[in-house]
């Protein structure tokens, strides 16, 4: 089932997710609806937050990215079938030269900015099965997770952005909130009223 993206505002965006069991009630149907939800979106990630659930939950498939041709034969390789669901997930350490890459977000469409982020990471989750994992992740693959893991520590890729990059958007972002935007995707909108 395809459920409603949260938009930029909501306050569940910005909670830091709760940790949860593996007898979370329906947990296999909520995450088949969270990977058909970012399908239909065109995402390579969601977090739960992303659909109003404050949990430390969220998923990837970098995909879409393996198909870009500046990119090195082991690069798309690691991205293309990087299919994969990431469960109270902590990043134990983040190292590596930062770099830039132009990230957008489900929850704040039309809006696209260069963030920095460390090349590598090292992080510990479960996954869909409550098997723990240990891995360490490069390059896009690592941004992905970053990106998406930020989501579930009530943080936007918005808020990495210098001052000023943020009030040339502020108004921008403002009109998400209020709905006024057109989303190729169901979205849910803070300050919009019910019954409108």
Not at 24 to 49: I, R
Request: proline share 4%; with cysteine.
């Amino acid at each position: 089932m395809i459920l409603p993206i949260v938009a930029y505002g909501d306050p569940v965006l910005k909670k830091k997710g709760k940790e949860i069991t593996k007898d979370y009630p329906k947990l296999s149907e909520l995450l088949d609806n969270m990977f058909e939800t970012m399908y239909n979106a065109h995402g390579v990630g969601l977090a739960a937050p992303q659909i109003g659930l404050p949990i430390r939950l969220f998923l990837v498939d970098t995909e879409p990215f393996s198909e870009d041709e500046e990119l090195s034969e082991e690069e798309v390789n690691q991205l293309k079938g990087f299919r994969k669901v990431f469960i109270n997930a902590q990043i134990l350490e983040e190292t590596g030269e930062e770099w830039a890459f132009t990230e957008g977000c489900l929850s704040i469409p039309d809006i696209r900015e260069d963030v920095f982020r460390n090349e590598t990471i090292k992080i510990n989750y479960f996954d869909e099965n409550f098997v723990e994992h240990t891995e360490v992740y490069s390059g896009l693959a690592a941004r992905v997770i970053q990106h998406e893991y930020d989501h579930i520590e009530g943080i936007l890729f918005t808020d990495k952005l210098s001052s000023l990059k943020k009030r040339l958007i502020k108004g921008k972002l403002a009109n998400i909130s209020k709905g006024k935007i057109n989303s190729e995707y169901r979205m849910r909108f803070p300050l919009v009223k019910k019954g409108r």
